[in-house]
């Protein structure tokens, strides 16, 4: 009987020594998101004003049904804030840079980004935003070259384009979701991709 119940307790003590690491592989919390894009925005020195606004944008989109019920299918794993400044006329080039943060980790990265459109103006001479990385376990899977196309956001959208993309040709199927200020990255646009890359 002693045996049995020994062998109970260390089944239960091995079960909730697990649990942490499972709630870890869930993703980030609602909170633990805003807090985490506050945090990096505030570390790249995104300007106050752009800042409040992508931030409320993130917290309205956090307290959508629609993406809520996307979370628990494809929970956020991956957090950054990024800087993407003007390229040229009729090709439009945009690099930037930012810093990323993947809940499996726990350590804020360094990553570059570049944007493509051809043959679509692309306005605003710099931008500012915030990323979600959804459904991807491993971060190591995370970068390359992605497509996006527009978000069907609903509130608080003021200011601030909110675009969906999917990467080409990934081991590891997942997304991104940016909310950038200013009316440049307009994902959607004909012929357009981006890159992004995370320094390790």
């Not at 003590?13 to 894009?37: D, F, Q, R, S, V």
């Not at 810093?99 to 499996?104: L, R």
């Not at 944007?115 to 959804?134: C, D, F, K, Y």
Request: positive net charge; charged residues 20%.
């Amino acid at each position: 009987m002693r045996s049995a119940m020994t062998t109970v307790l260390a089944v239960l003590a091995c079960g909730l020594m697990a649990t942490p690491a499972l709630a870890k592989g869930k993703g980030y919390a609602g909170p633990e998101i805003e807090a985490k894009a506050k945090e990096l925005a505030k570390e790249i020195d995104m300007p106050l004003a752009s800042r409040e606004v992508v931030l409320k944008r993130l917290s309205s989109l956090l307290d959508e049904s629609e993406f809520k019920a996307k979370m628990k299918k494809a929970p956020v794993t991956g957090v950054f804030a990024y800087q993407v400044g003007e390229g040229g006329f009729i090709v439009k080039v945009k690099e930037g840079k930012g810093k990323i943060c993947f809940n499996a980790e726990g350590k804020n990265l360094p990553l570059t980004m570049e944007a493509t459109t051809v043959g679509a103006q692309i306005g605003g001479s710099s931008q500012w935003g915030v990323g979600l990385v959804m459904g991807l376990e491993d971060p190591k899977e995370f970068g390359g070259k992605y497509e996006g196309e527009n978000y069907n956001a609903t509130a608080g959208n003021a200011g601030v384009i909110t675009s969906q993309l999917t990467p080409k040709g990934a081991s590891e199927p997942h997304n991104v979701v940016l909310m950038a200020t200013a009316k440049g990255l307009s994902a959607g646009a004909s012929g357009e991709f981006l890159k992004i890359y995370v320094d390790r």
